[in-house]
């Protein structure tokens, strides 16, 4: 089993940006794909940005252009780069692992055989 532990969170201003990092322990030569979710209040949990073990990277069209994904093997770490952020970007922002991604039919990005949840990291955006 793979325990992961987010950091990184914090409060900004609109146009600021933030690193978030995910902390993998434990089973992780199991580890395929990973990705960074989102919940804000009161709205169900969004997969944004998602990363495979081969490096490619996809995100969801509200991020695009403005988030990177990355991830080193060797510190067994992965990233979420927040750039331009935005008021709509207030979450809480978990990191899980999955076997394989697709989108669903109306596009959103969706990760499979998912993992234990971390605690999550809270990232607010305000002036």
């Known amino acids: 089993q793979v325990q992961l532990v987010e950091s990184g969170g914090g409060l900004v201003q609109p146009g600021g940006s933030l690193r978030l990092s995910c902390v993998a322990s434990?089973?992780?030569?199991?580890?395929?794909?990973m990705g960074w979710y989102r919940q804000a209040p009161g709205k169900e949990r969004e997969l944004v940005a998602v990363?495979?073990?081969?490096?490619?990277?996809n995100y969801a069209d509200s991020v695009k252009g403005r988030f990177t994904i990355s991830r080193d093997d060797a510190k067994n770490t992965m990233y979420l780069q927040m750039n331009s952020l935005k008021p709509e970007d207030t979450a809480v922002y978990y990191c899980?692992?999955?076997?394989?991604?697709?989108?669903?039919?109306?596009?959103?990005?969706?990760?499979?055989?998912?993992?234990?949840w971390g605690q999550g990291t809270q990232v607010t955006v305000s002036s």
């Open positions: 990363i495979t073990n081969g490096g490619s990277t």
């Open positions: 899980n692992t999955g076997r394989w991604y697709s989108r669903d039919s109306v596009g959103r990005l969706r990760l499979f055989d998912l993992g234990s």
């Open positions: 434990g089973s992780i030569f199991s580890i395929n794909t």
